[in-house]
């Protein structure tokens, strides 16, 4: 409200009005400039480079000349099954950790609000640690334990149980729960905190009165925290939601470890993008890929972004 | 506070400078250190050597080694550049890259337009490089036959011809073992005389059928139950055939050594089944390990740890030393198909001139240096004389004193990868007569009728791409006896088909035709 | 005064909390610990937590005999973290400071074009050609320290939102009006007002820059002596796997396969590349919790 405020006022002033202000500001911008330069370096000066999902590419005559073909890229990538695949994928796995990631962290919020003393800190460093590992080691990581002959999967959990050993990087069938998992490991202790702290900013008061009421532990937490709790649900999941068709790089190309066998659950768009380009040097499907991606973003995003709006105005992005 | 930020302030335009002046320092050192910088190579390199000799051509050679640039790089560099200075008026930089991030790192400087004059094509796939334009035309203002008559006169025109793509040379094939012995496998020989296999006779590659080699197997495993029997990969398939993979695929082959030009689909063919029953076969009795399909430590690995047995290997002059040295351990080579010439195999890993090459001329010089100066090709193989290797009174070739396989600067253990290996001298370990050896060995085997043609993908590269999608996904599976062959390859198949792979074999044989035709 | 019934409930969460530290906490232990296991008994018994035969020598591996690489590489990723994340949060803060900026003439047109960047790009190839023929920052430091990670369009508009809602308009009008300039203003008051996003961002980037492999794989292709730990680590993956998936078209793959460090050796480079973030965590991990908090909001 008052931004838009200020922002009519200054737009409606007298000319002399804004050249004073405008003469103010002279510092403002320069402090901007590095920044604005880098943003124009890094993401807009590529940007004309998206034409070869319309072009035919031919190293010779490099991206910018070489000839037009039209949406013939686009084509292609729509009839193989390519496309299906990895937007299945994509959007299937971002609402799996969505609807897992939430519901877990939710729980570990409502749990760690509860406890007290030095404990509940360590259990809250230890939950947030694997957030910092970067996605190589965790690709190592995940290979102690899922590699077929020497994982401790295999070696020592089924052994015990006497079931066979499983070749987890042969069957596609299992990675959709590895990498829920890996997500949910990865990113919970993360989330939660974004939970707890809303907790924490509750009244207590209303705990106390329903205790007196004789409400149960149960009924609090139903009747009162997650009613509490939804505008800030409601938030981070429409924010999830603006970005369903982007995925997490690193977590789907460094943990199935570019196994052929799994690409069926594995290939996300953005693995595609980068394996089309540099193992099949195919630069313009794969930039066709990209720029479906974007698009199809990028109207996510604005959506969601004004529902966003709509429900608290301080929340959106822009 | 304040004092905190003003320091942080001070320390980051510190910070800034320091990394511009590092950065900058760092390329000027370089530059200084070995006649150019790579950005802006010919203006620093005549600036540095223009006084010395007058015109000196700056090269840029790339090619991958397993893990990376050798430590000794730059001397080696400029090793060779002692050589080629005043002869040639050329001056090289090697630009050693990975295997695993070559394919990446060519695709982007060649789309990105930077100069590279020299490139091998291992790894960074030869067919796929040309279908996208990164290479050039050999032939175009009578390069070759002007600059490079010692290459066609040490590798013949025939293997020069195998380089075609759709009748127009883009690389040369480098000289090495050609021919390919099928159906070999490598056995530790200790097992072996554990279960009193008769080791005697002298030859190098023992000669058994396939029956014998499944009898020795069954000793094997029921001698030693708890090591793995066999370690099967994704070369084994071809390895262990007598299929002509035209074009390096397997889409569209074929069949019994090449004799007749008749393209025809590997996966409904019976030697398929057969191969495949019989791994999954071993699978069934416990010879393959479960984790076989992607563990990715190598067979020569688990030999050396002892939970190995034997893998598959191609035979070659020099393979027992090879094997035996990578494993730790004395190997027994059998072999139990015959010595053969792909149609692929000449034009396996060709070297080749980008199209951003900056001196086409210079290069194609420099190329046929490689193929033709000993001194140069010893170099670029291994190293300097006295400080990396030195030679024997046997006249072999041993690392020099006081380096040795781990310390030495320069062992890429590529010489196979050079252009002309025969020029170099022969390593310890090795008969003396090695080259010979080999030049025989590719001179006596089968070749394939269709020896020289190289498949143009450019019409069907969406199926390709499409249909090694489909066999990437079963492979393994299939391959390494992991699912019934009955079952498995039927389903790869129907796949496999609906993926275009008819496409691809029909194709193959109309260019197999006016291949033939033109013959 | 607790009830019977909140005492069940601790209990559970208690056991809950624990089970799930410890999940969170496991992998990483197996790491540690099979990095100090023999080769060949991992090759053999595979990853275990009681190794029949530990060894260290994959970290004498690591500190002697090929000390001058990783030394080096670690050497590496400190200098680019401290080097990297300082002049990402300088510029992430001057350009938040002036999107959040009420009145600044332009404001809306530039905080979309910033927001503009989170949902399109050029791609890697236009990316890379305009880095390398333009600026040239193939095969130096630079080629770390600036692609996509010097400064993200999400830690700007972070840091707008802080700005904007956190340090209050009146306090800034007040000091402009008694005199000081624009960026004192900015620096006397914006900014010791927001120290807890930019520690946020700070610890973003820091980690960001700590945790990167790409930009190395990407911009470093003859100075191997620029490679970070992550890049060294991400390396040996591809070559891995490179080798094993094209085994067939080589026949020497076998022999480049030998070449690489073996699979303890690995883990312990791992470690090493864990490390660095266990000892610094305990110190940061207050600033970051909030940190979160305050950028939760936004996703």
């Known amino acids: 409200m008052s931004r838009a405020k200020t922002a009519s006022e200054a737009g409606g002033g007298a000319k002399k009005m804004t050249l004073k202000r405008f003469k103010r500001f002279i510092p403002i911008y320069l402090l901007m400039l590095p920044g604005l330069i880098y943003l124009f370096i890094n993401n807009y000066m590529p940007?004309?480079?998206?034409?070869?999902?319309?072009?035919?590419?031919?190293?010779?005559?490099?991206?910018?000349?070489?000839?037009?073909?039209?949406?013939?890229?686009?084509?292609?990538?729509?009839?193989?099954?390519?496309?299906?695949?990895?937007?299945?994928?994509?959007?299937?796995y971002n609402l799996a950790f969505i609807v897992v990631n939430t519901v877990m962290a939710i729980t570990v919020a409502i749990i760690l609000s509860e406890l007290t003393g030095r404990i509940k800190k360590f259990y809250q460093s230890a939950i947030l640690l694997?957030?910092?590992?970067?996605?190589?080691?965790?690709?190592?990581?995940?290979?102690?334990?899922?590699?077929?002959?020497?994982?401790?999967?295999?070696?020592?959990?089924?052994?015990?149980?006497?079931?066979?050993?499983?070749?987890?990087?042969?069957?596609?069938?299992?990675?959709?729960?590895?990498?829920?998992?890996?997500?949910?490991?990865?990113?919970?202790?993360?989330?939660?905190?974004?939970?707890?702290?809303?907790?924490?900013?509750?009244?207590?008061?209303?705990?106390?009165?329903?205790?007196?009421?004789?409400?149960?532990?149960?009924?609090?937490?139903?009747?009162?925290?997650?009613?509490?709790?939804?505008?800030?649900?409601?938030?981070?999941?429409?924010?999830?939601?603006?970005?369903?068709?982007?995925?997490?790089?690193?977590?789907?190309?460094?943990?199935?470890?570019?196994?052929?066998?799994?690409?069926?659950?594995?290939?996300?768009?953005?693995?595609?993008?980068?394996?089309?380009?540099?193992?099949?040097?195919n630069i313009s499907m794969s930039a066709a890929a990209g720029v479906y991606q974007s698009i199809v973003g990028f109207v996510l995003v604005l959506v969601a972004n004004l529902v966003v709006r709509r429900v608290d105005k301080d929340s959106a992005l822009i | 506070m304040k004092k905190k930020i003003v320091a942080m302030l001070m320390a980051s335009v510190m910070a800034l400078s320091l990394c511009a002046c590092g950065g900058g320092g760092g390329d000027a050192a370089q530059s200084g250190g070995d006649g150019g910088a790579q950005q802006s190579g010919g203006d620093s390199a005549a600036a540095d050597d223009g006084s010395a000799s007058g015109e000196i051509t700056k090269l840029i050679v790339a090619f991958p080694t397993w893990t990376g640039a050798p430590t000794d790089t730059e001397k080696v560099q400029e090793a060779m550049n002692e050589i080629t200075r005043d002869?040639?008026?050329?001056?090289?930089?090697?630009?050693?890259?990975?295997?695993?991030?070559?394919?990446?790192?060519?695709?982007?400087?060649?789309?990105?337009?930077?100069?590279?004059?020299?490139?091998?094509?291992?790894?960074?796939?030869?067919?796929?490089?040309?279908?996208?334009?990164?290479?050039?035309?050999?032939?175009?203002?009578?390069?070759?036959?002007?600059?490079?008559?010692?290459?066609?006169?040490?590798?013949?025109?025939?293997?020069?011809?195998?380089?075609?793509?759709?009748?127009?040379?883009?690389?040369?094939?480098?000289?090495?073992?050609?021919?390919?012995?099928?159906?070999?496998?490598?056995?530790?020989?200790?097992?072996?005389?554990?279960?009193?296999?008769?080791?005697?006779?002298?030859?190098?590659?023992?000669?058994?059928?396939?029956?014998?080699?499944?009898?020795?197997?069954?000793?094997?495993?029921?001698?030693?139950?708890?090591?793995?029997?066999?370690?099967?990969?994704?070369?084994?398939?071809?390895?262990?055939?007598?299929?002509?993979?035209?074009?390096?695929?397997?889409?569209?082959?074929l069949l019994d050594n090449g004799k007749e030009l008749k393209v025809e689909n590997l996966f409904t063919s019976d030697f398929y089944m057969d191969y495949c029953n019989r791994i999954y076969d071993y699978n069934q009795k416990g010879y393959i390990s479960q984790d076989a399909a992607t563990d990715t430590t190598a067979a020569t690995e688990l030999v050396k740890a002892g939970t190995l047995m034997s893998y598959t290997t191609g035979g070659k002059p020099g393979i027992k030393a090879q094997e035996t040295n990578l494993c730790g351990r004395e190997m027994t080579i059998f072999q139990t198909m015959d010595n053969y010439v792909s149609s692929t195999s000449v034009a396996?890993?060709?070297?080749?001139?980008?199209?951003?090459?900056?001196?086409?001329?210079?290069?194609?010089?420099?190329?046929?240096?490689?193929?033709?100066?000993?001194?140069?090709?010893?170099?670029?193989?291994?190293?300097?004389?006295?400080?990396?290797?030195?030679?024997?009174?046997?006249?072999?070739?041993?690392?020099?004193?006081?380096?040795?396989?781990?310390?030495?600067?320069?062992?890429?253990?590529?010489?196979?990868?050079?252009?002309?290996?025969?020029?170099?001298?022969?390593?310890?370990?090795?008969?003396?007569?090695?080259?010979?050896?080999?030049?025989?060995?590719?001179?006596?085997?089968?070749?394939?009728?269709?020896?020289?043609?190289?498949?143009?993908?450019?019409?069907?590269?969406?199926?390709?791409?499409?249909?090694?999608?489909?066999?990437?996904?079963?492979?393994?599976?299939?391959?390494?006896?992991?699912?019934?062959?009955?079952?498995?390859?039927?389903?790869?198949n129907e796949k496999m088909m609906s993926a275009g792979l008819q496409k691809i074999i029909d194709e193959k044989q109309a260019q197999l035709d006016a291949w033939a035709a033109t013959k | 005064m607790k009830t019977r019934e909140d005492k069940i409930f601790n209990c559970i969460g208690h056991i809950v909390m624990l089970l799930l530290s410890f999940m969170a906490l496991i992998p990483i232990i197996l790491m540690f610990i099979s990095s100090l296991t023999d080769n060949a008994t991992l090759i053999q018994d595979g990853y275990s937590f009681l190794p029949a035969k530990w060894s260290a020598y994959a970290y004498e591996w690591v500190f002697t005999s090929n000390s001058a690489t990783i030394l080096r590489a670690y050497g590496i990723s400190i200098i680019l973290t401290i080097i990297g994340t300082t002049c990402s949060v300088l510029i992430t803060m001057c350009l938040a400071y002036g999107l959040s900026k009420r009145g600044l003439p332009g404001r809306q047109v530039i905080t979309f074009l910033v927001f503009f960047t989170m949902l399109f790009n050029g791609g890697l190839v236009p990316t890379y050609i305009n880095y390398t023929t333009v600026f040239h920052i193939k095969d130096t430091f630079f080629g770390l320290l600036i692609p996509s990670l010097l400064m993200s369009a999400f830690n700007v508009l972070l840091m707008k939102s802080y700005f904007a809602t956190g340090v209050p308009e009146e306090i800034l009008e007040a000091a402009y009006i008694d005199g000081a300039s624009e960026l004192t203003t900015m620096w006397k008051i914006a900014v010791p007002l927001s120290k807890p996003i930019i520690t946020t961002i700070a610890m973003f980037s820091g980690i960001a820059y700590w945790n990167d492999w790409n930009n190395g794989y990407i911009y470093l292709v003859k100075r191997t002596d620029l490679f970070s730990i992550q890049n060294l680590l991400n390396r040996l993956m591809q070559n891995i796997q490179a080798l094993t998936t094209n085994a067939s078209n080589i026949g020497n793959a076998g022999e480049g396969l030998a070449q690489i460090p073996s699979a303890t050796v690995r883990m312990a480079m791992a470690a090493m590349g864990i490390l660095p973030i266990i000892i610094v965590y305990p110190f940061i991990q207050k600033n970051f919790v909030k940190g979160i908090t305050l950028g939760g909001v936004k996703g």
């Open chain 1, 130 to 281: 694997p957030n910092l590992i970067s996605s190589v080691i965790i690709g190592y990581l995940v290979f102690a334990f899922f590699s077929v002959e020497n994982g401790f999967v295999n070696n020592s959990i089924l052994k015990l149980f006497g079931k066979e050993a499983v070749s987890w990087y042969s069957e596609a069938k299992y990675w959709p729960f590895i990498l829920i998992f890996v997500s949910a490991w990865k990113s919970v202790g993360y989330n939660c905190i974004v939970y707890l702290a809303t907790l924490m900013g509750f009244d207590r008061a209303f705990y106390e009165s329903a205790q007196i009421d004789g409400a149960t532990k149960w009924q609090q937490i139903k009747y009162i925290t997650l009613p509490l709790l939804k505008p800030t649900i409601i938030m981070l999941t429409l924010m999830a939601i603006g970005r369903i068709f982007y995925s997490d790089f690193g977590l789907f190309y460094q943990v199935p470890m570019n196994q052929g066998a799994l690409y069926s659950t594995t290939n996300t768009i953005d693995t595609y993008v980068y394996r089309g380009l540099l193992q099949m040097g």
């Open chain 2, 87 to 253: 002869k040639l008026g050329i001056e090289i930089e090697l630009q050693v890259s990975d295997f695993g991030s070559f394919n990446q790192s060519m695709t982007l400087a060649l789309s990105g337009g930077e100069q590279i004059d020299i490139v091998s094509t291992l790894g960074f796939a030869y067919a796929n490089a040309v279908q996208q334009g990164y290479l050039s035309n050999l032939e175009e203002n009578d390069l070759l036959s002007t600059y490079g008559a010692g290459i066609v006169d040490v590798m013949g025109q025939a293997n020069i011809d195998a380089c075609r793509v759709g009748g127009v040379l883009y690389g040369l094939p480098n000289n090495r073992d050609m021919a390919q012995g099928r159906g070999c496998v490598a056995v530790a020989t200790e097992y072996l005389e554990g279960i009193g296999y008769d080791l005697s006779g002298d030859s190098e590659i023992i000669r058994i059928t396939v029956d014998e080699l499944n009898d020795v197997y069954a000793q094997l495993h029921e001698k030693y139950p708890d090591k793995e029997v066999y370690r099967p990969s994704t070369g084994a398939m071809s390895q262990f055939s007598n299929v002509d993979s035209l074009g390096g695929s397997v889409f569209g082959v």
């Open chain 1, 47 to 92: 940007l004309p480079g998206l034409t070869v999902a319309f072009k035919k590419y031919n190293a010779g005559m490099g991206i910018y000349k070489s000839p037009w073909v039209g949406f013939q890229n686009f084509t292609y990538l729509f009839t193989t099954d390519d496309a299906w695949v990895i937007t299945r994928n994509t959007i299937g």
């Open chain 2, 348 to 492: 396996s890993f060709p070297w080749a001139i980008p199209i951003t090459a900056a001196n086409p001329e210079a290069s194609m010089k420099y190329l046929n240096e490689l193929y033709t100066n000993a001194d140069l090709a010893n170099v670029l193989a291994w190293g300097i004389e006295g400080e990396h290797y030195k030679i024997g009174d046997d006249g072999l070739a041993d690392f020099a004193d006081g380096v040795d396989a781990s310390t030495s600067g320069w062992n890429h253990s590529m010489g196979w990868l050079m252009p002309n290996q025969f020029l170099t001298h022969i390593w310890v370990g090795n008969s003396p007569t090695l080259w010979d050896e080999m030049k025989e060995f590719n001179d006596s085997a089968v070749v394939s009728a269709a020896s020289g043609f190289t498949f143009d993908t450019t019409n069907v590269a969406n199926e390709v791409t499409a249909v090694q999608n489909v066999y990437n996904e079963y492979q393994a599976s299939v391959e390494y006896g992991f699912v019934d062959p009955e079952t498995g390859i039927a389903e790869m």
